[in-house]
């Protein structure tokens, strides 16, 4: 039998977070996470998923017929399936972006894939986690995200960024958790601390406020 994806859900929206935030994406969301991050908007997608081949996801695309497409969960490089469908993305012709927490080895991922890769903040309890050298693979067409609940997580965003020199290498967001950190707080500290970052806000909650899965 053919090795098969986990699918949790696929669908079409606006890109709500990163440089691409506003933009038509659409979306496959893999289910299953070795993560469990305390603050979590996705946890539906930790185990609830149907089987899909990689050539029914790719069809399912084609019928949305969006030129940008990213690969989500859950995280999606826990399946072996992901590395093999981000390349037939790029090798047919698709903006393929991947959302990963980067708690494993990116490496094998295409190297036309752009990387956007949730470097995970201690309000998280997962702040252990990422693979640091998965650094070394960023190039400056990804990103490098931080989701931020209070200022115990900005300065740790801060000394990560200032450490490993990230605006040198790629963008670089500091996204506030909704509900948890007020957005102007967190750009007032962006600009007091001299920070070359994007402050990022969930676009997606801001024009379906009531919605908790894929539009």
């Known amino acids: 039998m053919a090795e098969m994806l986990k699918v949790n859900e696929i669908f079409l929206s606006l ?13 496959v969301r893999l289910a299953g996470c070795n993560l469990r991050c305390k603050w ?31 690969v989500t969960g859950g995280e ?18 698709y903006e393929a972006l991947l959302e990963t927490n980067g708690s494993i080895d990116l490496a094998p991922v295409d190297s036309r894939v752009v990387k956007i890769v949730d ?8 702040a252990e986690s990422f693979l640091r050298s998965n650094i070394d693979l960023l190039t400056p067409r990804d990103e490098v995200k ?44 962006i600009l007091n601390e001299k920070m070359d970052v994007r402050l990022g806000l969930q ?7 009531d919605r ?3 539009v």
């Open 15 to 27: 890109q709500g977070e990163g440089t691409r935030a506003g933009l038509p994406c659409s979306f």
């Open 40 to 70: 979590c908007d996705t946890a539906y997608a930790w185990t609830d998923g149907q089987e899909m081949s990689v050539e029914n996801v790719l069809h399912r695309l084609e019928e949305l017929a969006c030129p940008r497409v990213e």
């Open 76 to 93: 999606p490089m826990i399946q072996p399936l992901t590395v093999e469908l981000l390349g037939r993305l790029a090798e047919g012709g």
């Open 119 to 126: 470097f995970k903040c201690p309000s998280s309890g997962q």
């Open 146 to 189: 931080f989701v931020l609940a209070d200022s115990e997580d900005f300065d740790f965003a801060v000394d990560v960024i200032r450490r490993h020199d990230l605006c040198a290498r790629c963008a670089v967001i500091l996204s506030p958790i909704l509900g948890r950190l007020a957005p102007a707080n967190l750009a007032a500290w």
């Open 203 to 209: 676009l997606h909650k801001i024009i379906w406020p």
């Open 212 to 214: 908790d899965r894929g």
